[in-house]
Each structure stands twice: as structure tokens, then as C-alpha cells.
């Protein structure tokens, strides 16, 4: 069952206050217009009743989808220590599944769990996943990507735009957005540096050995959190 909860939000243009509801938990088997929001980049985009800006607001929620075995925590902006939020959604998950009823334990055995940091993210993993990615190898590309041109992982943040025809990867390339944030949060939207397109046959070599992936950055070994720039060290500089 889908759960929603009530906030009183302020304007980021001009400070009006105005309530909305935030979905607490997506049963998105039952919810097949909010996952066609959450992938169309709509879901959770409220206006200002006063002036009318446009505001992205993020809550810590639970994407679960039990045709395709998905559960994706989302946490609303990204934590001084994610490890932290990761303990938590493991506790919530076991909780709910793996020490719950028969029924709900054997629902867990096979769901593929992920923890995000915002809708963006949490968009990226549905549709890299709706195109049959491996987010594993998908992640890899990024780093690699962004050390071929001088970047360090942290110094942008990447998200998948686009499978482009032939299997092409597209990303935007956009400001990192700030670490640490309130459980709900109204989101300044970054800014657009440009897009980077990775070729299917890069994505092939990569999925023929996902075991790279955890070599060459080994922060991306991790079962839950599976993002580049969410885990990686902070102050990290390119190799070279």
C-alpha cells in the first residue's frame, strides 16, 4: 500500500508558504502514473501558488517494484557519511523483509536493493534498468569517462540522460549538489554543464568484465549504494 504525508514548504522565489503531499512509500505495481512521472523527470514538482516557480521537492521514501523485483531506497539529498543512510534502508529492508512473514521474507530473496540520493537518481536507475544496464557498468563508464577528460569523480556529477539508438549512452553533466540536507527538501536545480555520450561498444566491454568496475574504483563494490559520485572519496584528483 502507497503512503503519503503532509509538508508546509516555503517558496525559493518569494518565500510564500504553501502544504503539499510527498508519496512516503511507492508500491509502484499499483502506481503505474507515478512511475511514468518518476521517469519522465515530473514526479514531485510543485508550484508555487503565489508566483508560480517550479519547486523539485525530495523526501526520504521507498520505490518498490514487485513485477521487476526492485526496491530503491531514496534519501533526499546526499549525507556527510552515506554509509549511514545505507544502515539505515538495510535495517528497513530487513525489517520489512528478510526477518518479516514467510511471504515477505521470500518477496526480499530476490529483490535487487539500491539506495539513492534524489528523484535524478533514482530516475537514472529506473530507466538504466527499463533498458536492461547493468548500473555497475554504467557507473564505471562514468569514472572513466570523466578521467579521460581531467575530472576527478566528485568534481561532476553525471546521470543518464538518454539510451540513444544503437545503445549509446547520453549524460548530463551537472553541478554537484550540496552534501547534507534536511529529511525534506526543496531542491535548487543544478545547472546543466553539457552531455557526454559513451558508445555501446564501451558499455559492452565493460559489462564482458563487470569485475573492472570494483578495481578501478572501488568504492562502487558496494551492494546497495551503487553511484560513483555518491560514494567516492571526497577530494579526490585524477590519476596521472
Not at 530476490?110 to 544496464?133: C, T
Not at 562514468?142 to 538518454?162: F, I, M, N
Not at 547520453?170 to 552531455?195: D, K, N, W, Y
Request: charged residues 25%.
Amino acid at each position: 500500500m502507497s503512503t503519503f504525508t503532509h509538508h508546509h514548504v516555503s517558496c525559493l522565489a518569494c518565500r510564500a508558504p504553501f502544504e503539499i503531499d510527498l508519496i512516503k512509500s511507492m508500491h509502484i505495481t499499483r502506481l503505474p502514473e507515478v512511475r511514468r512521472d518518476i521517469v519522465e523527470g515530473r514526479s514531485q514538482r510543485f508550484a508555487c501558488p503565489r508566483c508560480g516557480h517550479l519547486h523539485d521537492v525530495v523526501n526520504r521514501t521507498i520505490y518498490t517494484d514487485f513485477d521487476h523485483q526492485q526496491y530503491i531506497a531514496v534519501e533526499p539529498t546526499l549525507p556527510a557519511d552515506w554509509r549511514e543512510a545505507r544502515a539505515l534502508h538495510e535495517r528497513i529492508f530487513d525489517e520489512s523483509f528478510t526477518f518479516g512473514p514467510p511471504v515477505a521474507e521470500e518477496l526480499g530473496l530476490g529483490m535487487r536493493r539500491r539506495l539513492v540520493f534524489g528523484f535524478d537518481a533514482l530516475r537514472e536507475k529506473v530507466r538504466l534498468w527499463d533498458a536492461d544496464l547493468d548500473d555497475r557498468v554504467v557507473e564505471w563508464l562514468k569514472g572513466v569517462h570523466q578521467e579521460a577528460l581531467g575530472l576527478s569523480p566528485t568534481d561532476e556529477l553525471w546521470r543518464l540522460s538518454a539510451v540513444l539508438p544503437g545503445g549509446h549512452l547520453m549524460f548530463a553533466r551537472v553541478t554537484p549538489p550540496p552534501i547534507v540536507g534536511p529529511e525534506t527538501e526543496l531542491i535548487q536545480r543544478s545547472q546543466l554543464l553539457g552531455h557526454h555520450t559513451v558508445l555501446r561498444d564501451d558499455y559492452e566491454r565493460g559489462l564482458r568484465d563487470v569485475s573492472r568496475a570494483n578495481q578501478d574504483f572501488p568504492w562502487l563494490a558496494d551492494d546497495w549504494c551503487v553511484d560513483l559520485f555518491a560514494t567516492a572519496p571526497r577530494g579526490l584528483t585524477p590519476p596521472g
